[in-house]
């Protein structure tokens, strides 16, 4: 990458990207909005945002402007530097996973650091405190119990995030962002779908949407977390959100899409790559509005019960066939997986079922 | 520290009257170890309105439009309940073609009501973005516009009065009617495909907020929350009035009372409202009398009458007492859902917070009814 720069300048290389990556991450949002609510409107048998704009395209900004314009309100008995800080900290991690994205062949921030991959899974669990951070601050009943919500759902979900991650990084022999979508025959997510999916169900847990929304539960705990929050400073919850998502699908996409790679000219790829990503999206959209919401120790039980097991037959499985392919997965490979991958989930589904019943509590 | 040294203490939170998902202004104190409930007190009487004091100073005529201001979800049964008791006090005899008219509206509003209930109580369930309660509100407009075209109203109706109903149906009501008869079997079925296997209402539902048959009879629970714990009991059987005795049509129960019995004999009591509205169709007589002759300004005889009828929501009854003026002297409302949420605390004591919402989303309440 660094022979494109005259006088292989890192520096412009750095302004340039942190540019771009951030322009992404802001615009991308902004689409993912539209593309939620106008998906919402088409599962719901309604319109959705039409006004704004052609197609309501405007809509994401409207919304921008109305809320920067909102009385920023802060509680009084808040920990007023923590509720300060919160949002920050939430949106941040959002931001720096972008970095190692790549959105073409070495086209990216650090698209191929060596330890990418690595990189993404230990910052995205970063937002965690500071959403901890803004229940605790905020003072507020409602907002602690989102907050504990999130820390007792936590490991639950980034176990199997990480173990189905791992399979991927099996395949391709290598933590590098730019070296996993050249790795693997065909896309992963034919290769390895049990990988796949638990990778997709424990990413929505991670990101808080779809059935597993508990931290913010609407119908229960009002707003969860940020309760308390209005103003810019809700907005930044709104935008880590859906920053999250947006991060989150890009991951997919580089994981078990191979990336910027499709038919076509070299320089469409990135096209492609977006294409993947709003692709994970529409998914994600589709379980967030099919579903209601489990209970938190439904997630819990779901989480270790039947993700985490899975997730290690799948390791267990993809390891095999890299030790017996000596490395080269061939792709005929994907019909033995599947037919592995829905024998298995078939056979758990049985013998599982969410538990969780009623407490017997002393009056 | 040791494990043993930490301390853990219940704490009280404050639901409501302004929290999204508490159906109005119902405000409840609950107490929480952690997720669970350990404690729960209703505070009613945010949405006071004094009706039944109101109605010693109005007429009996005046008072029918403020019965749609109850359980505005079910307009046409308080009205309904309200002119039966004042029939029943003045011994008017009511024309056989109202009694028909009567029993199509009320079947209306029952489908409409339930398709609201089952809505919320799914959105209660987190579906929270407001899918299943769309597709329900889908068939709840159709109906909307059938009362509409009734008597011009889409939520306060007013239609009914003592001795019959206000108007005529027009013309093009009927075959409306019967349109709508034909094809909401096709929309029941897609919500049947939709919701009643799906693994996660199913998870959240079966099995919880359980309420017992003896509790629920010693309670004077009514209406769903009754018979979703397995008691045949429906005014409309049990003490019928209007026409109710000359159809065929089954009362649905539930098995052990949970919220899925109470969703499932929801869903079941619409297909038995369509049963309903099919025959009435056929046996409702073609013309004649839609009102009898009462007098504009009624002077029941001194007395006491209690008409009851079966609402959305269980028994909705009316007991007047009457000095001879033109305006009750006492006029009290056996509210459902007040009657029905009683048994809130005992359903969801030991349930997390998230169960304890659908729990009472399962209750279908209306805050109307509940603190008049």
Not at chain 1, 2 to 14: D, F, I, M, S, V
Not at chain 1, 126 to 144: H, Q, R, T
Not at chain 1, 267 to 294: E, N, S
Request: glycine share 8%.
């Amino acid at each position: 990458m660094k022979e494109l720069w005259p006088l292989g300048n890192y520096w412009a290389h750095w302004a340039v990207f942190t540019v771009i990556v951030l322009a992404f991450a802001i615009v991308g949002v902004m689409m993912y909005i539209w593309v939620e609510r106008r998906g919402f409107g088409v599962f719901q048998l309604r319109m959705g945002p039409n006004r704004a704009g052609p197609f309501g395209l405007l809509q994401s900004v409207a919304d921008a402007i109305k809320v920067l314009l909102k009385e920023d309100i802060v509680p009084t008995v808040a920990d007023k530097a923590a509720h300060f800080v919160a949002p920050a900290i939430v949106f941040l991690p959002v931001l720096l996973v972008f970095a190692v994205v790549p959105f073409h062949n070495g086209f990216g921030l650090l698209p191929d650091l060596n330890i990418g991959i690595l990189y993404v899974v230990a910052i995205s669990s970063l937002g965690v405190v500071g959403v901890f951070m803004a229940g605790w601050a905020s003072n507020n009943k409602y907002s602690i119990i989102g907050a504990m919500r999130v820390m007792a759902a936590m490991v639950s979900y980034e176990i199997p995030l990480v173990l189905s991650i791992l399979g991927v990084v099996l395949v391709s022999g290598s933590l590098s962002m730019n070296d996993i979508v050249a790795g693997g025959p065909i896309p992963l997510f034919l290769l390895t779908p049990l990988g796949f999916l638990v990778f997709l169900l424990s990413a929505m847990a991670e990101i808080n949407r779809g059935p597993f929304d508990m931290l913010e539960a609407d119908s229960e705990i009002v707003a969860g977390f940020h309760t308390e929050y209005s103003g810019m400073k809700f907005a930044m919850f709104f935008l880590a959100e859906y920053g999250h998502a947006l991060a989150m699908s890009a991951i997919a996409a580089t994981l078990f899409f191979k990336g910027w790679e499709g038919p076509g000219a070299q320089y469409i790829g990135v096209l492609w790559f977006i294409i993947k990503m709003v692709f994970v999206f529409i998914l994600l959209i589709w379980f967030r509005v099919a579903f209601p919401r489990l209970r938190i120790d439904q997630l819990m039980s779901f989480g270790w019960k039947f993700l985490l097991p899975l997730a290690i037959a799948n390791l267990l499985i993809i390891g095999g066939e890299v030790v017996g392919f000596g490395g080269d997965i061939p792709w005929w490979m994907m019909f033995p997986n599947f037919a592995v991958a829905g024998a298995l989930i078939l056979l758990f589904s049985r013998a599982y079922s969410l538990g969780g019943g009623r407490v017997e509590v002393k009056v | 520290m040791e494990a043993t040294d930490l301390k853990t203490q219940p704490f009280v939170i404050n639901m409501g009257p302004q929290h999204p998902s508490t159906h109005g202004v119902f405000r409840m104190r609950v107490t929480l170890d952690g997720e669970v409930v350990v404690d729960l007190e209703p505070k009613l009487g945010y949405l006071h309105r004094g009706i039944e004091k109101l109605a010693e100073t109005r007429t009996y005529t005046q008072f029918i439009p403020l019965t749609d201001r109850l359980a505005y979800l079910g307009s046409m049964f308080n009205n309904h309940a309200y002119v039966l008791a004042v029939e029943k006090l003045a011994g008017i005899r009511v024309p056989l073609r109202a009694e028909y008219m009567r029993v199509i509206v009320d079947e209306l509003m029952r489908i409409s009501s339930h398709l609201a209930a089952v809505g919320f109580f799914l959105n209660d369930l987190g579906a929270s973005v407001f899918t299943p309660l769309l597709y329900m509100y889908r068939e709840r407009e159709k109906l909307l516009d059938l009362f509409e075209m009734v008597c011009g109203q889409r939520l306060t109706y007013n239609y009914m009065r003592i001795g019959g109903l206000s108007h005529d149906f027009p013309p093009e009501f009927l075959p409306a009617v019967k349109r709508f008869v034909d094809e909401m079997p096709f929309y029941m079925e897609e919500y049947e495909n939709l919701l009643a296997e799906n693994e996660i209402v199913l998870a959240r539902s079966k099995g919880v907020g359980c309420i017992s048959k003896d509790l629920a009879i010693s309670a004077s629970l009514a209406g769903p929350v009754l018979r979703s714990t397995g008691v045949k009991w429906d005014i409309r059987k049990a003490d019928p009035y209007s026409v109710y005795d000359r159809f065929e049509f089954d009362i649905p129960v539930g098995e052990q009372g949970d919220n899925y019995d109470r969703y499932r004999v929801r869903i079941e009591e619409m297909w038995q409202s369509l049963r309903i509205l099919r025959q009435s169709l056929q046996q409702m007589p073609e013309g004649g009398e839609f009102r009898a002759n009462v007098p504009h300004l009624l002077y029941p005889p001194k007395g006491e009458a209690y008409g009851r009828i079966e609402g959305a929501q269980g028994e909705l009854g009316f007991y007047i007492v009457s000095d001879g003026s033109i305006a009750p002297y006492r006029l009290h409302i056996r509210a459902p859902t007040l009657i029905n949420i009683t048994c809130l605390r005992d359903m969801s004591i030991g349930w997390k917070v998230a169960d304890l919402i659908s729990i009472f989303g399962s209750i279908d309440v209306c805050l109307g009814e509940i603190d008049r």
